[in-house]
């Protein structure tokens, strides 16, 4: 059983920064490609970035510049640096993991989510 668990939310003033973290278990870390969406409510789910397994990334136009994702294959451990933070980012934000297609389980999994709240 799959599992991510994020964490590091918090408050946070405008132009300030942030590390959230998403521990995942229960699955073959390194061949999963990892994102982080965010979420207010009534809102639609807005992706931020993804990073491959073999470390690609890319980010939203909303975040490029401000914010960086990475990984450590050895942790299971996937992190969303977010710097210089806009009261725009407040959101929930959910770090999600899946397989390439192909694979035995091609699920997308969901962390729970983490409350980001940038004040102005």
């Known amino acids: 059983q799959v599992q991510l668990v994020e964490s590091g939310g918090g408050l946070v003033q405008a132009g300030g920064s942030l590390r959230l973290s998403c521990a995942v278990s229960?699955?073959?870390?390194?061949?999963?490609?990892m994102g982080w969406y965010r979420q207010i409510p009534g809102k639609e789910r807005e992706w931020v970035a993804h990073?491959?397994?073999?470390?690609?990334?890319d980010y939203s136009d909303s975040v490029k510049g401000r914010f960086t994702i990475f990984r450590d294959n050895a942790k299971s451990t996937v992190w969303l640096q977010m710097n210089a933070l806009k009261p725009d980012d407040t959101a929930v934000y959910y770090c999600?993991?899946?397989?390439?297609?192909?694979?035995?389980?091609?699920?997308?999994?969901w962390g729970q989510g983490t409350q980001v709240t940038v004040s102005s």
């Open positions: 999600s993991g899946r397989a390439q297609l192909g694979a035995v389980d091609p699920r997308l999994y």
């Open positions: 229960g699955g073959i870390f390194s061949s999963y490609t």
């Open positions: 990073i491959t397994p073999g470390g690609g990334t």
